[in-house]
Structures are given as C-alpha cells and as structure tokens.
C-alpha cells in the first residue's frame, strides 16, 4: 500500500511538471507572436531604432509620434476599452489621414514604445517632446482633435486627473497658454 501511495504520487508531480512546462511553451510561443507583431509593424514603418538612443529618438515619422502619444494619453486614465481603441483608429483616420492598417500599425509601435518608456506618463513627455522636434507647426492641432475625440468616448466624456495633468503638460511643451 505505501508503494502504491509512492507511485501515485509520483504521478501526481510528474504530470503536475509536465502541464507547468506546455503552458511555458505556450506564453514563450505568445510572446514571440508580440514581439514578431511589432517587428513587422516597424519594418513597413520603416522604423529604425538607433543604438545608444532612446527609441522615441528614433522616431522620423510624426504621425507615429502622434499615435503613441495620443495612445498614452487613452492609457492614463486606465486600460482602454475596445469603444475607446475604435475611437482612436477613427480619429487617426480622419484627423491625421492615416489608414486604417496604418493607424493600426502605429498603435502597435506606440504600445511598445510607451513599454520602453516605463509607462504612459513618461511617454506622454518623451513623445510630445519628440512630435515638438519633428513637426513644430503643423501636428498641435491633429493631436488636440484626436485627443479630444478619444476623451469623448472615454468614461462619461471626462478625463481622469492624470489626463488632465498630461494635457497641461502638452501646453507647457508646445508653450501653448
């Protein structure tokens, strides 16, 4: 009886080990399709990461700028929902004139972006410094539209107090009163 007590649980642990190492595989394999996601998206972006920069320095493309920053922007006040995602690939089409894939393929690079910078509220910060850098004139309005568009389909049309305070650094940035 002990034997058999032993030989069960065995196979108890065994199969315990062996259920833990096929879900490893498993989020190894989704992972891999995230990261396979964001390589793509780069390449027909023609994004390229310098080295010994940051990768928002890296950014050539306005609207790419533009993109992840509004995306951060929809992040600051939690985790967008689905209304919330479909608004802003609607008004990155209208406002900005991008795509649909496109609009898409900026929102996959944003998100990794706004990774690399350890969250949305430093994003916010680097990448409109960054939009400043590449188009001075002519992104403040597209970006205020879209994110005036994107606070519309967020929760009851406010913005959470992060929003606020990034909308205040958005002025300061663009020196807007």
Not at 50 to 61: A, C, F, K, L
Not at 119 to 140: C, I, M, N, Y
Request: charged share 25%.
């Amino acid at each position: 009886m002990p034997v058999l007590l032993g030989l069960l649980g065995t196979v108890a642990i065994a199969y315990f080990w062996i259920v833990r190492a096929r879900n490893a595989a498993e989020m190894t394999h989704e992972l891999a399709g995230v990261a396979s996601d964001v390589i793509a998206a780069a390449r027909r972006l023609g994004f390229r990461r310098r080295y010994n920069t940051h990768p928002v320095e890296s950014i050539d493309e306005p609207n790419l700028a533009l993109s992840a920053l509004s995306l951060a922007f929809v992040e600051l006040a939690g985790l967008p929902t689905a209304e919330q995602h479909a608004a802003l690939l609607r008004s990155l089409q209208s406002n900005v004139g991008q795509s649909l894939k496109d609009a898409e393929e900026n929102l996959i690079l944003g998100r990794w972006l706004i990774t690399e910078c350890n969250g949305a509220e430093p994003a916010v910060t680097r990448l409109a410094r960054r939009l400043l850098k590449l188009d001075r004139e002519g992104s403040f309005d597209p970006l205020m539209a879209v994110l005036d568009d994107v606070a519309k389909a967020g929760l009851h049309g406010e913005l959470s107090e992060r929003q606020k305070d990034a909308l205040a650094e958005i002025a300061r940035i663009f020196k807007i009163n």
